[in-house]
């Protein structure tokens, strides 16, 4: 798990919706909590960004890789966006924005690139800090919610969760 | 006149550097991370069975060209690797064969688009046998967990088994010299060693001269009990105490005579009470009432 060294903050409503997107595993999501120390989420206020990504991992470190994707996916696709974003280039672009809606405070937090290869194609690079499969599960998530039928790819050069410095997505949709 | 496909050794060079530079210039893709000169290889490799098929008329060299790459990327070579490849070749033939005869340039369309099936073909045939794999593996994972939670239950069970085994076969001294086993359960070849075992441990400490086991408690009392109590009572003699067998109901005994199972060997009774009651009269002793009436005693 990558670290931020510069006291960067986390968005509560993020972790909250992704909580949320864990439906019925209540007891589980109770577990991790208390293991971290709290009983709830608060989503008006900001985590220390570390914390946070630490109880993603314990997450997804119980549900494993497939439902970590599921619960991306799922948040996205239920998530309130600004009108005017419904189509999937325009959703993918707009990632970067929306992460950096959601950290704060640290300048190693990273950030995602979005490059169209056509128009059925694009790459997006996440030097991010949560787990490689929630990001998945967003992207898959981004083109579901505009009807469009992707496939998303882990591209080669390595992956963050095996300590890489960034993950590449190649989606074709 | 110019040969046919003249064209295509003409720009040889130039199609498969151009593809090898596309191909290793996609950040993320499969090629990049291979380097450059596998990238030069594939490139090379592809231009050169485009020219032999456009020789020959046929397919044979795209096909295994394409399949080899299929191959050589097994499990890493993502659908967009494959597309990217199809792409950058299909732009780049079709923009040296601009200037080509109309049936050539349909020719070359006809071999990239089999390329592309065959290409396709192998990707799914190989991600298809990815996912065979990882789901065996899956497999035998959670065979392994179930077998391991089966392994501890049947330890723990085994344990418990054990630990009622061991309260259930009580050798608890009544008097001087008497001992009563009351047995609850089924009385198998198990218990039956357990109990000669500590029977006659328990008579060498309480120096007892007779021993009463009750079976009231036993529900299947069969030949094969009757064998290993008999057996009990062997090895009780050989310490020079004697084995009282109580508790026999009606059907028991019914059902040992109709087995034809001999147990004149052993001193058998009705109840507990008449156990103990014979043995004080071995042991010479009675059970007497405590006269304490008005002016005697206390």
């Known amino acids: 798990m990558r670290t931020s060294r510069s006291g960067g903050q986390y968005n509560g409503a993020a972790l909250y919706s992704f909580l949320l997107g864990l439906g019925h595993s209540e007891a589980l999501v109770h577990k991790v909590l208390q293991d971290a120390g709290v ?74 690139t979005c490059e169209f290869d056509d128009d059925d194609s694009a790459r997006l690079v996440w030097s991010t800090l949560g787990p490689c499969p929630l990001n998945i599960g967003i992207i898959e998530g981004c083109c579901s919610r505009v009807g469009a039928a992707a496939l998303v790819e882990h591209g080669a050069g390595g992956c963050m969760d095996e300590g890489g410095s960034s993950c590449t997505y190649l989606v074709s949709f | 006149m110019q040969a046919a496909f003249a064209w295509i050794e003409h720009e040889r060079a130039g199609l498969a550097s151009q593809l090898a530079e596309r191909l290793a210039g996609r950040a993320g893709s499969v090629f990049r991370s291979a380097g450059e000169a596998t990238c030069t290889a594939i490139a090379e490799g592809l231009i050169a069975a485009l020219i032999a098929d456009a020789a020959s008329g046929k397919d044979a060299a795209g096909r295994e060209a394409m399949l080899a790459l299929v191959q050589r990327f097994s499990g890493a070579l993502a659908y967009a690797d494959l597309r990217h490849l199809a792409t950058s070749l299909r732009s780049l ?61 049947f330890a723990e069970k085994t344990r418990l088994l054990e630990v009622i085994r061991q309260a259930s076969t009580p050798v608890a001294p009544v008097h001087e010299g008497i001992l009563v086993v009351p047995l609850v359960g089924m009385f198998d070849a198990q218990r039956a060693q357990m109990l000669t075992e500590r029977l006659l441990n328990a008579i060498g400490e309480a120096r007892a001269s007779v021993v009463i086991v009750d079976i009231s408690g036993v529900p299947l009392f069969d030949a094969e009990a009757a064998e290993l109590v008999i057996r009990t009572s062997q090895a009780v003699r050989l310490l020079g105490a004697q084995l009282l067998l109580v508790g026999l ?42 006269v304490n009436g008005p002016g005697r005693g206390r």
């Open chain 1, 39 to 112: 009983d709830s989420i608060d989503p008006k206020r900001w985590y220390d960004i570390n914390w946070a990504i630490e109880v993603y991992f314990a997450i997804y470190e119980k549900i494993g890789r497939g439902a970590m994707i599921a619960v991306g996916k799922k948040m996205i696709e239920t998530a309130p966006f600004p009108p005017g974003l419904d189509d999937v280039k325009r959703l993918l672009m707009g990632l970067d924005a929306a992460y950096r809606l959601n950290v704060r405070g640290g300048a190693d937090l990273g950030g995602i």
């Open chain 2, 93 to 153: 033939v079709l923009a040296a064969a601009s200037g080509a005869e109309p049936g050539e340039r349909q020719r070359v369309e006809d071999w990239l688009f089999q390329l592309v099936l065959v290409g396709a073909m192998r990707f799914v045939a190989q991600r298809e046998q990815t996912f065979q794999e990882q789901a065996a593996r899956l497999e035998v994972r959670q065979l392994e967990s179930q077998l391991e939670e089966l392994k501890a239950a």
């Open chain 2, 249 to 290: 109901s009606p059907g028991v005994a019914q059902t040992i005579v109709d087995l034809g199972v001999d147990l004149a060997s052993l001193k058998t009774m009705r109840s507990l009470q008449d156990g103990i009651s014979h043995a004080l009269a071995l042991r010479q002793l009675r059970i007497a009432p405590v």
